[in-house]
């Protein structure tokens, strides 16, 4: 008998790394050439040690696979002419005596052999006459048995029987080996890739980057052919499914959004299960996303719930193009990594509403501030003439029911004021009072303005923005000038109104908001209805409680009051002591008209101001017509006499309409809203330049 020496085994040892890349296949037929290429490899030069001294004309080794509980023959040394199946099932292996037992088994002569009915006939139409199989064992694992067979009967000799332990003993210990070298890889690329997968987490919180990292990651282990990552979109109550490493002529769409039943991702959500999805359950879904998925050639689909704080946000999921089962080392990662994805989507949501929330605060604290200054500069309703008591009444009564208030009236009367009113009078006061002058904002910004937008929604658009609407959850909008809006907006916010529920620009997310909206205008919207210039759905949307807020002219009785408060607002921010107003100074300002109404006033009285030296007050009072009564007393309309002080105004200011000499700051009027009444009124450049 010839001995082993101990150094064959360190020159075995060698092949182990050459071994450990191709165990996986030996599993599996689909490689089958090249394992048993591999395993003769190895084996060649332990084999060559014994020289001719192996007693057999055929000698395989027969790996277990627990997974499916066969045994997989790869031959060493081939003689025979005879075939044996690349897996044998253990019901039908005289090997599974051996494995179970631990204990080699010899068949002299096969064809007169009875104890082993049905277990003998592959071993027939192999070519064999005996056999002796022994196990291969190790002190840590069962790994197969090892088969020598002769093309006559007869029995194994001693000589033989030792030789062929001897070889058993040597093949196990180089097959644990490569096997353990071969774990120690697959623990190693595991860690690595849980590692690449953990920096990914914590250095991007950009979610589309994060899966592609993610992905490229994981195909070091599980190969995958498709990846997607799915998470649930409450508002369209779908699945936002992102997909990664489409094959050539797969889904088109990156990200789409999904119904939940349509798709696998969606079903494993719903359910809070792991799921492998085969041809058969694709089709029994039968949507279009399923339909795809079949198209391009996809046969196995495994989605793992993606759970944080027992919350499930989505699935990951793992798809094939070919029929191989996943393995179990593949499922454990998929798991692992969904896992830790979980815990990213979560953080990054939590990332994000942290800084809406503080960009909102941010927001909620500039209109604090201006609706602070605005209160002080405004503090309150100024009058006691009829007209203004009936305003507050209505304010009193409509304030705390919350309905939606329109607020018509002259430019300059006060309209904000009110609107400032009806907000501190509801149940609204502790949330933001949001204004929105619709005219002042060019129309191509105006829908960013009040709905917000979303980052790159158009050119520009470098940060996602919150719209006047979102702001004012829980508050009030107030919309100037509401008759400005242009008409492809009107839609939008009858919606609002409706259903308080809107898009920021560039997204489908839909947001509820809790907002009372109170507009104002000094249009005549009804008749912007009749000419096609206002929707009639909005109109009366809006029209739910009108509050008209008359001009001054009709409460001249409250023009004393509004002097003395603006005079001592304007001689206490001017440092200056004014004592008296003359009597006849409030006479002739009760005999001016004011088509700027309060905000001419106002203007006028802190020119006065300025102009005055002393305690008693000087007004310029020669700026103001003189006539105007007996205009009226000869049957001049209204709109006359305002054509004619505006006509006036604007010969006075050199044509000039804008800055602070301008014809607009002189009538107390904005540019936009001068601007509109001279299109009105038909005044021409030739009649004043």
């Given at each position: 008998m010839q001995e082993v020496p101990e150094r064959h085994l360190e020159d075995n040892t060698r092949g182990f790394d050459e071994f450990s890349r191709h165990y996986n296949a030996l599993l599996q037929t689909a490689d089958r050439a090249a394992s048993e290429r591999s395993l003769r490899e190895l084996f060649a030069r332990p084999l060559s040690r014994f020289e001719r001294g192996i007693p057999a004309d055929y000698l395989a080794l027969a790996l277990h696979d627990p997974a499916r509980n066969v045994l997989i023959a790869h031959p060493l040394l081939r003689t025979l002419p005879g075939e044996i199946p690349a897996e044998i099932p253990l019901e039908r292996s005289l090997g599974a005596l051996v494995l179970e037992d631990q204990q080699p088994i010899e068949v002299p002569d096969i064809e007169a052999e009875t104890r082993f009915a049905g277990r003998l006939e592959i071993a027939k139409r192999g070519g064999f006459r005996s056999v002796r199989i022994v196990p291969l064992t190790t002190a840590r694992r069962k790994i197969g048995t090892m088969s020598a067979a002769r093309s006559v009967a007869g029995g194994f000799s001693e000589e033989d029987v030792r030789l062929l332990d001897q070889v058993a003993e040597v093949v196990s210990l180089i097959l644990e080996n490569a096997l353990m070298a071969d774990v120690l890889t697959r623990e190693k690329t595991r860690i690595d890739t849980l590692l690449d997968v953990n920096t990914a987490l914590v250095s991007t919180f950009d979610i589309h980057n994060l899966f592609i990292q993610i992905s490229g990651s994981m195909r070091r282990i599980v190969g995958q052919d498709l990846t997607h990552f799915a998470i649930y979109d409450q508002a369209s109550n779908g699945m936002k499914i992102y997909t990664l490493d489409s094959p050539p002529g797969g889904i088109g769409q990156p990200e789409t959004v999904v119904p939940v039943a349509d798709s696998p991702a969606g079903i494993a959500f719903r359910s809070g299960e792991t799921k492998l999805f085969t041809v058969a359950d694709l089709e029994s879904i039968g949507s279009e996303f399923t339909t795809q998925l079949l198209g391009q050639g996809v046969r196995l689909v495994f989605c793992v719930p993606m759970v944080s704080r027992g919350r499930t946000l989505g699935t990951l999921g793992i798809a094939r193009i070919s029929e191989n089962p996943f393995s179990s080392d593949e499922t454990e990662l998929i798991a692992q990594v969904a896992a830790q994805i979980a815990v990213a989507v979560d953080n990054a949501r939590a990332y994000d509403e942290i800084a809406k929330?503080?960009?909102?605060?941010?927001?909620?604290?500039?209109f604090s501030e201006d609706e602070l200054r605005s209160a002080n500069d405004s503090e309150k309703v100024i009058g006691n003439s009829p007209g203004l008591k009936h305003v507050l009444e209505q304010v009193e009564i409509d304030a705390p029911i919350d309905s939606t208030v329109l607020i018509l009236g002259e430019t300059g009367t006060g309209k904000e004021l009110v609107a400032h009113g009806l907000h501190r009078l509801s149940s609204r006061r502790e949330g933001l009072f949001v204004k929105l002058h619709c005219a002042a904002i060019p129309t191509g910004l105006l829908e960013s303005e009040l709905f917000g937008h979303e980052k790159g929604a158009f050119t520009g658009a470098v940060s996602q923005k919150i719209g006047r609407l979102e702001l004012a959850d829980k508050g009030t909008l107030f919309l100037d000038e509401i008759g400005e809006i242009p008409p492809e907006l009107q839609p939008k916010l009858l919606r609002v109104l409706q259903d308080h529920e809107f898009e920021r620009l560039g997204s489908n997310k839909t947001i509820h908001v809790n907002v009372r909206v109170i507009a104002a205008t000094n249009r005549d919207l009804a008749r912007a209805v009749a000419e096609h210039e206002f929707r009639s759905d909005l109109y009366y949307r809006l029209n739910v409680f009108p509050i008209y807020v008359p001009p001054l002219r009709e409460r001249v009785e409250d023009i004393s009051l509004l002097v003395n408060h603006f005079v001592e607002k304007f001689a206490r921010l001017m440092g200056k002591t004014i004592e008296l107003i003359p009597t006849e100074i409030i006479?002739?300002?009760?005999?001016?008209?004011?088509?700027?109404?309060?905000?001419?006033?106002?203007?006028?009285?802190?020119?006065?101001?300025?102009?005055?030296r002393g305690p008693i007050l000087i007004a310029p009072i020669g700026e103001l017509p003189v006539v105007i009564a007996e205009k009226f007393l000869n049957g001049t309309t209204l709109e006359d006499v305002e054509r004619e002080y505006i006509l006036r105004t604007l010969r006075a200011s050199h044509g000039v309409i804008a800055g602070s000499q301008g014809a607009a700051a002189r009538l107390g009027m904005k540019r936009t809203t001068l601007q509109s009444k001279i299109q009105r009124l038909g005044i021409t450049h030739q009649e004043y330049e």
């Open positions: 929330l503080k960009e909102k605060r941010s927001k909620e604290k500039k006479a002739e300002l009760e005999r001016w008209y004011w088509p700027g109404n309060i905000r001419e006033l106002q203007n006028f009285i802190e020119r006065s101001v300025i102009l005055t």
